[in-house]
């Protein structure tokens, strides 16, 4: 039962080194296994065996079998699941184009000739970024974004109601 363990032990050890190194183990491998596909098969096979032999009271090659057996089942579901998650596709990230034609605030009054400063909301969160105007704009005008030129600058012209 003690070699049981040690297996056990050995694949949590190995899960967590590919946890903290974040891939730069699974070059071990030449990439024909993830380390943590190794790792969950090497626990669960350690793991398995203790069971097997405590729980159903069997010698040691069935008790081998029997963790091998969960072993093969924990490998295939880390590996399933690592694929789902490194193949997840995710909306795509807001980008300053999608700026355009919004509106907002100015919290730093906009020179004819430099930058101010507004608040507008990008993806529901609030983005301060450096604004130009075509004509001065005092502190707290509401403001419509007319173009993007780079992803921390706007061109705004004041809202007119």
Not at 54 to 66: I, N
Request: aromatic letters at 8%; proline letters at 6%; charged letters at 15%.
């Amino acid at each position: 039962m003690a070699w049981f363990f040690g297996l056990g032990i050995t694949g949590v050890v190995l899960l967590a080194l590919s946890l903290v190194f974040d891939g730069v183990l699974d070059g071990v491998l030449d990439g024909w296994l993830p380390l943590p596909d190794v790792a969950g098969f090497v626990a669960a096979t350690g793991f398995g065996g203790v069971l097997a032999t405590e729980v159903l009271d069997v010698g040691p090659v069935v008790a081998t079998g029997c963790g091998a057996g969960l072993g093969a089942g924990a490998a295939w579901l880390t590996y399933r699941f690592g694929r789902a998650l490194t193949h997840d596709r995710t909306a795509a990230a807001p980008r300053g184009t999608d700026l355009v034609g919004t509106s907002g605030n100015v919290v730093t009054a906009i020179p004819a000739d430099g930058f101010g400063e507004v608040l507008l909301r990008l993806a529901g969160q609030p983005v301060k970024l450096a604004a130009r105007s075509t004509a001065p704009v005092a502190r707290g005008t509401e403001v419509w974004v007319e173009a993007a030129p780079t992803a921390t600058s706007v061109v705004v012209r004041p809202v007119d109601r």
